[in-house]
């Protein structure tokens, strides 16, 4: 049974640091593409920072490049995601998703087309909440 658990989140000031885990089981994880996927209040969910199982290949979307580090550790099926100078506008639900279809060419189709509407399987998600 594919297994997705997210953890991490929380209350932060502006400014500040926290980091995410996202732990997996149930399937091959250092052959498929993960990352991570944020849905604001009223808005779409957006990929967010992804990572290839072939290449070492990385994916940031432009409002997190130089804020926030994606990396896995194949050996415990786990992969993160750093955030540092957050935001207020970076507050949202925040997901990890698989690609296990393997149907993208590039980590950036990925990361950009799976989130509304794809194949991923889905962790329940954990809140980030900036605010002073």
């Known amino acids: 049974q594919v297994q997705l658990v997210e953890s991490g989140g929380g209350l932060v000031q502006p400014g500040g640091s926290l980091t995410l885990s996202c732990a997996a089981s149930?399937?091959?994880?250092?052959?498929?593409?993960i990352g991570w996927f944020r849905q604001a209040p009223g808005k779409e969910r957006e990929g967010v920072a992804c990572?290839?199982?072939?290449?070492?290949?990385?994916y940031y979307a432009d409002s997190v490049k130089g804020r926030f580090t994606v990396s896995r550790d194949n050996a415990r099926q786990t992969v993160y995601l750093q955030l540092n100078n957050l935001k207020p506008e970076d507050t949202a639900t925040y997901y990890c998703?698989?690609?296990?279809?393997?149907?993208?060419?590039?980590?950036?189709?990925?990361?950009?087309?799976?989130?509304?509407?794809?194949?991923?399987?889905w962790g329940k998600g954990t809140l980030v909440t900036v605010s002073s």
């Open positions: 998703g698989a690609d296990l279809t393997r149907g993208y060419a590039t980590i950036e189709a990925m990361c950009v087309m799976s989130a509304v509407g794809g194949n991923n399987r």
């Open positions: 149930g399937f091959a994880f250092d052959y498929y593409a």
């Open positions: 990572s290839s199982a072939t290449d070492g290949a990385t």
